[in-house]
């Protein structure tokens, strides 16, 4: 029966050790593909297999269309790889929370002074319009 540590790629390696060894080939990936560096992330490599998550289907896409070169370039740097598996990276947006921000008392009573001193009208009604905002926001909660 194999043991775990067969099945881990390099589990005689450090997770330190391991670290170290992704970020070189996360550098030499971002340094060999410029323009979409920014973009990707490595994830994997087992000595063989690269595996790159991309921002985008985009740079995905570009990506794989220089896979060839990119592997000659990796051999020349002393990276092994056999063959790059590009993914896209799914990333959950959470929905913005809209902002009730509610003035205070004395805002309020100084956007009231400043509504009527204001002579120019469309000015006056803008102010206006934001003091019933800000009241009916303040009844409501």
Do not use: C, Y
Not at 18 to 42: D, K, T
Not at 81 to 87: E, G, L, M, P, Q
Not at 114 to 131: C, F, G, Q, S, T
């Amino acid at each position: 029966m194999p043991k775990i540590k067969d099945w881990l790629p390099n589990s005689d390696m450090s997770v330190f050790k391991q670290a170290e060894r992704m970020l070189a080939i996360h550098r030499r990936v971002a340094s060999l593909l410029p323009a979409q560096g920014n973009g990707l992330q490595v994830v994997r490599w087992d000595g063989s297999v690269l595996v790159i998550f991309a921002e985008n289907a985009a740079i995905a896409t570009r990506v794989r269309q220089q896979v060839p070169s990119l592997l000659k370039k990796l051999a020349g740097a002393g990276f092994g790889a056999t063959d790059i598996r590009i993914k896209v990276s799914v990333v959950e947006e959470k929905p913005m929370q809209p902002k009730h921000a509610q003035m205070s008392d004395a805002a309020l009573a100084s956007l009231a002074e400043l509504a009527d001193a204001v002579k120019a009208p469309e000015v006056r009604d803008k102010l206006d319009a934001l003091l019933q905002r800000q009241l009916k926001q303040r009844s409501a909660s």
